[in-house]
């Protein structure tokens, strides 16, 4: 399983950026996905996950309202949208295949590479 991140670059302050994560052309309609960010010096952070279909999706407090996850499954592809983003967006985002998305036992089992957000006027 291999999934490959892009969209990032550089936003300046209150701007908005579209990620996307996609599987290589194979399908990933079974798997519960989540976006994970990791800043510079510091440690992995959950930031949103949704399940197989689409049709829940879960946010780390304080994000839901300005990033949104969704899912096209027959372009094999995960998305974040993020609005009104700040410094402390700031890092390197990855998506991962996961499990227990809805709970605080979420595990996360194969990532890609990263796509780096770096927020700066």
């Known amino acids: 399983v291999q999934f490959e991140e892009s969209g990032g670059g550089m936003v300046q302050p209150g701007g908005s950026l579209r990620l996307s994560c996609a599987r290589g052309g194979l399908s990933f309609s079974s798997y519960e996905m989540s976006w994970v960010r990791q800043a510079p010096g510091k440690g992995p952070e959950w930031v949103s996950g949704?399940?197989?279909?689409?049709?829940?999706?879960y946010y780390k407090e304080g994000m839901k309202g300005r990033f949104t996850i969704s899912r096209d499954n027959a372009k094999n592809t995960l998305y974040l949208q993020m609005h009104n983003v700040s410094a402390e967006d700031t890092a390197r985002y990855y998506c991962?295949?996961?499990?227990?998305?809805?709970?605080?036992?979420?595990?996360?089992?194969?990532w890609g590479q990263g796509t780096q957000v770096t927020v700066a006027s």
């Open positions: 949704i399940n197989p279909t689409g049709s829940h999706a």
């Open positions: 991962a295949k996961s499990s227990d998305v809805a709970t605080q036992e979420r595990g996360f089992y194969t």
